[in-house]
């Protein structure tokens, strides 16, 4: 029987964590105060982080504050105790954390190519090299022939693939999606993951993706981070190695052995962990 | 004391057994609509206010128009049995195919004044030369005649400043007009804060000016004459009580215009008394209606000859009023 | 990639979309020009047959001789030329004025709420019973009516544009705020033009409200102007010189209107065709 060439086994968490983490929460607690006063506690000393070059997604069902958590991570939100703080670059600069939403959030009144720029020229003036950058970017995700289009002509995955190079062209340290891929279709999802991948091969930008689509989390990701309880905390962080057919894809990676091990894991620890609660309520 | 009670009972049954008898036609609803609520149209008041119409047979609702034109239309329309205001605008209305009659005159004599402040060298008309007079927006008489005293004096030079009716005093208290032709009761308001007449249009007529007259449908006159003999009639008796009784003229003026001051009523009611611009009697004379005709063609509204005192005036109630007055 | 072809083949699907799309608007044009043409025909012959009286109602033939009468030796050009720059000045100044307080009032939300509540209550004031105030106040020539054209066309740009610069996407501002841009910044990168549709939309609007304010003040107190003449015209049952000021009022508004959407079109060029 000739067994396919298995893919390099992908460097171990302790190797990533030896590099200073990306992105570090310590400690983090938060919680809603609602219209009457009482105080409702979504988070109670959570702890993890992202190390360089690491992909990690945060999964758990709808209400176990996965927003909540984007928002503190990105700084919209300033949690109430606890801390998350970002990790330098290599040459000691400050690190940077952009995000992506599902929406697009491109200006409308803007050509493709300033909006892709629009990141860069919030915080300083944009040079003719910034805009030479951002067409290669945009060439790279082949929307060099709509550079100078508006955002009405594209199509939603051409204007989250826009979204995407707006969000790299400010030189991220850590990428932060929050299901940035749920209102595309199948194939575009598909091309858009292994243009997540890819960012860790180009410029060893970390990647955090909060999403439900236990798939899309077991396919891009290092680690899944399962999110769950009442207040929520991580009940489960798995290393997902695959074993795949040549590089790993977003298509090579489902077609992986482990993946239906890897998806029956997270899947019933979400709903073992819901059963739990529900019946601790009951 | 008895018989006396007796035989006044007996009279009182007897009144009031006429009175039921006589068949009493319950009064006739008519309908005036006046251009404005003006001092000027006190006979109108006196007539209503003082129970002249009811006396005889007519139950009338007056109706402020807002305009001449207004009423006019009111009564082309049907809303209206009579409407109030200058003779001109009816026949200015049978211009375009109207038909409609002048039967009573009201305001008989031309009620504008040009008045200024008391500190103003202005004193008279030659001296409003270069100067800015306030004055109702068209179609106005008092600002036609103006227009025409400008154009007689060859006064140059005039600006015009026109104003909502009402208003012309406000442009001269803000300083932006040198003096105001107006009517009554702005007239003594403006006297009574120490204004001063510069000139008085009353004088300049002989044989009276048809300044405000009640018109009608011609159709009406042809089908309801008690009718229109009866409201006639009423307002000929108002006039005639204004001219006996000028206290009561000023107490139903009074109770016409409670918002102003009781002392310029009295004022303005006087002049308008002693300047015989109420008319004393609802003929329109030939001559009266010609000088209000002269005017309009002066400006240049009305073509010469194409109206005449017979096609627009039904003097015969009038002249029956006045006859059975007499 | 798919994605370029797709972007050129929707491009021609534009192209053969907004030719549809004229067509129909001439044929919708075509239609209602044939039946308002049809309606004043049938005025004319109502009045030729004696139907309607024409002497006191108006008829399209006196319409047309006041018009002529008007404009040779008359003063049609100049009344219209009056009630234009009237209109134009206050509709300019008013929506200047509220737009830019409207929209600057986004730094200070708290006076932004404020800052409407007094513009609605502006708002309700009728004009007509405001006018002869105005009127007093400022003179019976042209800047009464500027005034009047532009308090009514304040309040509505006032309220239109506070509103506008709320309705901003609560999470496109957060984006303009993780990448550190300062107010300043998110002004006039974010909150105006994203205004821009709504400013346009009130400007269309407010080309009624300043033609209003205008011929109400010239019916209070004017000595020239169209509405001016429409009330001199109408006291003197002159009807057709009415219809023929409500025709070339009724043209300006159009006109105005016109050059605003074309404005709109070339400055908001980037608006999806729908």
Redesign the interface.
């Known amino acids: 029987m000739h067994l396919p060439a298995a893919s390099p086994p992908a460097p171990s968490r302790a190797a990533f964590a030896a590099a200073s983490p990306r992105l570090n929460v310590a400690d983090l607690s938060h919680a809603f105060v609602s219209a009457d006063g009482e105080r409702v506690p979504i988070f109670e000393r959570l702890d993890f982080s992202v190390g360089s070059g690491e992909i990690v997604s945060i999964v758990g069902r709808s209400g176990a504050g996965k927003s909540t958590l984007f928002n503190l991570i990105s700084g919209l939100l300033t949690p109430q105790a606890g801390r998350v703080s970002v990790g330098r670059r290599e040459d000691g600069s400050h690190g940077r954390i952009a995000y992506m939403l599902q929406k697009d959030l491109l200006l409308p009144w803007r050509t493709i190519l300033h909006n892709a720029v629009l990141g860069i020229e919030l915080y300083r003036k944009v040079t003719r090299t910034d805009l030479e950058r951002a067409r290669t970017l945009l060439a790279r995700y082949g929307l060099a022939s709509v550079a100078d289009a508006y955002p009405h002509a594209l199509s939603g995955g051409m204007r989250q693939r826009v979204a995407l190079t707006r969000t790299l062209l400010v030189e991220p340290t850590l990428v932060l999606l929050d299901e940035p891929f749920s209102a595309l279709d199948y194939e575009t999802r598909l091309a858009l993951e292994d243009d997540v991948m890819a960012l860790r091969e180009q410029n060893g930008t970390s990647v955090v993706l909060v999403t439900h689509d236990i798939e899309e989390a077991i396919a891009v990701s290092d680690r899944v981070i399962l999110l769950g309880g009442r207040p929520a905390r991580i009940e489960d962080d798995i290393d997902v190695r695959l074993t795949t057919h040549g590089p790993r894809t977003a298509i090579s990676a489902r077609e992986a052995p482990e993946f239906r091990a890897f998806h029956a894991r997270v899947w019933n620890g979400l709903r073992h962990h819901t059963i739990q609660h529900s019946g601790a309520s009951a | 004391m008895k018989p006396l009670r007796a035989s006044a009972a007996a009279a009182v049954s007897a009144g009031i057994g006429i009175l039921i008898a006589t068949p009493a036609a319950a009064a006739e609803p008519v309908v005036v609509y006046q251009a404005f609520q003006s001092i000027q149209y006190l006979p109108l008041y006196v007539a209503i206010d003082k129970g002249i119409f009811a006396k005889n047979g007519l139950a009338v609702q007056k109706v402020t128009a807002g305009s001449g034109a207004a009423g006019v239309a009111a009564v082309i329309g049907g809303h209206a049995d009579f409407s109030l205001q200058d003779p001109m605008t009816a026949v200015l209305a049978n211009l375009k195919g109207a038909s409609l009659v002048n039967v009573a005159n009201v305001v008989a004599g031309v009620p504008v004044w040009i008045i200024a402040p008391a500190a103003s060298p202005l004193k008279q008309a030659a001296d409003l030369a270069d100067r800015s007079v306030s004055t109702a927006l068209p179609p106005s008489t008092s600002t036609y005649l103006l227009q025409r005293l400008i154009n007689e004096r060859k006064l140059r030079n005039v600006t015009l400043n026109t104003v909502q009716i009402g208003t012309e005093l406000a442009p001269v208290s803000a300083g932006r007009s040198d003096a105001a032709a107006l009517y009554e009761p702005q007239v003594d308001t403006g006297l009574a804060s120490g204004y001063k007449i510069v000139y008085a249009f009353p004088k300049a007529y002989p044989g009276g000016y048809a300044f405000s007259t009640m018109d009608t449908l011609a159709s009406t006159v042809r089908t309801k004459p008690e009718m229109v003999a009866a409201f006639v009639k009423s307002i000929g008796d108002a006039e005639a009580l204004i001219v006996r009784s000028p206290d009561t003229a000023k107490a139903v003026a009074k109770a016409e215009f409670p918002s102003l001051d009781p002392k310029i009523v009295d004022n303005a009611v006087a002049r308008l008394i002693d300047q015989k611009i109420y008319a004393t009697s609802p003929e329109i004379s030939q001559q009266a209606f010609g000088n209000a005709l002269a005017l309009q063609v002066s400006i240049g509204n009305i073509k010469p000859g194409a109206v005449t005192y017979a096609s627009a005036v039904d003097n015969s109630f009038a002249a029956a009023a006045m006859k059975t007055n007499k | 990639?798919s994605?370029?072809a797709?972007?050129s083949s929707?491009?021609i699907r534009r192209r053969r979309r907004a030719t549809r799309r004229t067509a129909a608007r001439l044929g919708t044009g075509g239609a209602v020009a044939a039946i308002v043409i049809a309606l004043v025909a049938l005025w004319q012959v109502a009045v030729a047959y004696g139907w309607i009286?024409g002497?006191?109602l108006g008829s399209p033939a006196g319409i047309w001789q006041a018009a002529v009468q008007g404009l040779d030796g008359g003063t049609l050009l100049s009344d219209t030329f009056v009630t234009l720059y009237e209109t134009v000045l206050g509709l300019v100044a008013g929506s200047t004025l509220g737009i830019g307080l409207g929209l600057l009032l986004w730094f200070v939300p708290r006076m932004s709420g404020v800052a409407e509540g007094l513009s609605m209550i502006l708002n309700s004031i009728p004009k007509i019973a405001l006018g002869?105030l105005i009127?007093?106040?400022f003179?019976?020539d042209a800047t009464s009516k500027i005034w009047l054209a532009g308090i009514s066309t304040f309040a509505v740009a006032m309220i239109s544009s506070c509103a506008a610069a709320r309705e901003v996407?609560q999470?496109?501002l957060?984006?303009?705020?993780?990448?550190?841009?300062p107010p300043a910044?998110i002004f006039t990168?974010?909150i105006v033009?994203?205004a821009?549709p709504w400013i346009f939309s009130t400007l269309r609007v407010n080309i009624g409200f300043a033609l209003i304010g205008a011929v109400v003040g010239e019916y209070?107190?004017?000595?020239a102007g169209l509405g001016h003449e429409v009330?001199?015209a109408?006291?003197?049952?002159d009807?057709n010189t009415v219809w023929l000021g409500i025709i070339v009022l009724t043209l300006m508004a159009t006109v105005l209107g016109g050059i605003v959407q074309f404005t709109e079109s070339k400055v908001?060029s980037?608006?999806?065709?729908r």
């Open positions: 990639m994605d370029v797709l972007s929707s491009g009286n002497k006191l002869p009127v007093i106040w003179g019976s996407d999470d496109l957060n984006l303009f705020r993780s990448f550190r841009a910044m990168k974010l033009p994203g821009l209070i107190a004017s000595q009330f001199v109408g006291s003197l049952f009807l908001i980037w608006k999806a065709q």
